[in-house]
């Protein structure tokens, strides 16, 4: 079946510091989700992008939806411990799979204060 | 607006016993998904409704598993008889189909049997 391979697996950095991380998939994307997990709660989405080439801001947090549609990728400038977390994208694949979504395999993020 | 609803937050059962996982999605959401999430295999697509009809139960491991969608707003997954390799984050997650795919989840069941 499709996947979506995300990375880095893990991020350990220091409050302040900028964070990048991408989902790549082999086949083209409609559409790319990306969410936010804590310890003990539910994924909480962050950013819904849903054209190509699309550059998307939620605070500190900036998407792009890339020009090939095969990738996407999230950035959070001056992280804060708040940021910790699992970070997982989500793509709906073209053709559609009526409306299932596919899940990257997340991106563990820790912030030193 | 109220989330995604999921009861309970947290079940121990032992081997052999019945669970039942309830979820309330959002107010107007016409689709509704239930996941797995564990560290091994990450979040699991179990089985989705769109408009309250089972529409993709592939993900469902075994006959054990069954859900339902009786109405709009309730829908359970059942677990009978539950086995310790069940235990596993369950969440129900709730999205407005053919307008966007944005799913919105729950807070999930921690499931432990023992």
Same mark, same amino acid.
């Given at each position: 079946?499709?996947?979506?391979?995300?990375?880095?697996?893990?991020?350990?950095?220091?409050?302040?510091?900028?964070? &990048?991380?991408?989902?790549? @998939?082999? *086949? $083209?994307?409609?559409?790319?989700?990306? +969410?936010?997990?804590?310890?003990?709660?539910? %994924?909480?989405?962050?950013?819904?992008?849903?054209?190509?080439?699309?550059?998307?801001?939620?605070?500190?947090?900036?998407?792009?939806?890339?020009?090939?549609?095969?990738? &996407?990728?999230?950035?959070? @400038?001056? *992280? $804060?411990?708040?940021?910790?977390?699992? +970070?997982?994208?989500?793509?709906?694949?073209? %053709?559609?799979?009526?409306?299932?979504?596919?899940?990257?395999?997340?991106?563990?993020?820790?912030?030193?204060? | 607006?109220?989330?995604?609803?999921?009861?309970?937050?947290?079940?121990?059962?032992?081997?052999?016993?019945?669970?039942?996982?309830?979820?309330?999605?959002?107010?107007?959401?016409?689709?509704?998904?239930?996941?797995?999430?564990?560290?091994?295999?990450?979040?699991?697509?179990?089985?989705?409704?769109?408009?309250?009809?089972?529409?993709?139960?592939?993900?469902?491991?075994?006959?054990?598993?069954?859900?339902?969608?009786?109405?709009?707003?309730?829908?359970?997954?059942?677990?009978?008889?539950?086995?310790?390799?069940?235990?596993?984050?369950?969440?129900?997650?709730?999205?407005?189909?053919?307008?966007?795919?944005?799913?919105?989840?729950?807070?999930?069941?921690?499931?432990?049997?023992?």
């Amino acid at each position: 079946g499709q996947q979506l391979n995300q990375s880095p697996q893990s991020m350990f950095i220091q409050e302040g510091e900028d964070v &990048s991380m991408n989902c790549t @998939s082999s *086949s $083209i994307f409609n559409t790319w989700l990306w +969410y936010k997990q804590e310890p003990g709660e539910g %994924p909480v989405l962050l950013i819904a992008l849903y054209k190509a080439g699309e550059l998307t801001s939620n605070g500190r947090l900036t998407a792009q939806f890339g020009i090939t549609r095969k990738d &996407s990728f999230l950035n959070i @400038s001056a *992280s $804060i411990p708040s940021d910790v977390g699992i +970070y997982f994208c989500a793509g709906q694949p073209s %053709p559609p799979l009526a409306n299932k979504l596919i899940f990257g395999t997340g991106t563990l993020l820790a912030v030193q204060p | 607006d109220a989330g995604v609803i999921q009861s309970p937050r947290h079940e121990v059962t032992e081997m052999g016993q019945e669970v039942t996982l309830r979820c309330k999605p959002i107010s107007g959401h016409n689709s509704l998904f239930w996941y797995r999430q564990t560290m091994m295999r990450g979040l699991e697509l179990l089985i989705y409704f769109n408009n309250n009809v089972p529409i993709d139960d592939s993900g469902m491991p075994e006959d054990r598993f069954s859900a339902k969608m009786p109405n709009a707003s309730f829908s359970t997954l059942k677990i009978q008889p539950s086995e310790p390799r069940d235990s596993a984050v369950y969440f129900c997650a709730s999205s407005l189909m053919w307008s966007s795919y944005e799913q919105y989840f729950g807070p999930g069941t921690r499931l432990t049997v023992t």
